[in-house]
């Protein structure tokens, strides 16, 4: 991102009225089924992300350590690929559309993975993102909790080999 790009954004961000109180946000009400994928998983990836982390609340409090090495592994792209491969069938078609735009949008995948399982995460993370900020919130944690379920499977079946 370039200064001026920067410059814009904080000039949007922080902007103050008479009473040098911060004013509203400039967007209230965000289509989700309008923004670009990657922003959809952008939002989607820190939703799962904070997900994973309080579900692992559940099993250790004390070793951070610990918490993100199983968090890393948990919303990695292999394993992201592999829960939103598992939930397929049982997608919505606005879903299942969700899940392919964020599969066909365009971006740089790092070594950690495959092409085909980081387009596949992105998709999952896309669908996070848009149940998010749709405010479906009971579909969300339904969505999350079996693909928490799926990866907990596939970890322990790795584990034992």
């Known amino acids: 991102m370039n200064f001026d790009h920067f410059q814009k954004l904080v000039d949007n961000l922080f902007t103050f009225n008479e009473a040098g109180e911060i004013s509203p946000a400039k967007y209230h ?11 959809l998983a952008y939002v989607g990836d820190a939703y799962f992300t904070l997900y994973v982390r309080t579900r692992l609340l559940g099993y250790e409090q004390n070793k951070v350590r610990v918490l993100h090495t199983f968090d ?15 939930l397929e069938d049982q997608l919505s078609p606005a879903e299942a559309d969700i899940v392919r735009r964020g599969r066909n949008a365009k971006s740089t995948v790092p070594k950690s993975a495959s092409i085909s399982e980081y387009r596949y995460a992105t998709g999952f ?6 149940l998010y900020l749709e405010k ?3 579909r969300l944690s339904e969505i999350a909790d079996k693909a928490f379920a799926i ?11």
């Open 29 to 39: 009400d965000i289509d989700a089924g309008r923004l670009a994928p990657l922003v």
């Open 151 to 161: 990866i907990s499977r596939e970890m322990t079946a790795i584990a034992k080999k």
């Open 72 to 86: 890393a592994k948990i919303v990695s792209a292999v394993m992201q690929s592999k829960a939103v491969k598992a």
């Open 125 to 130: 993370e896309a669908l996070m993102g848009y």
């Open 136 to 138: 479906k919130h009971d």
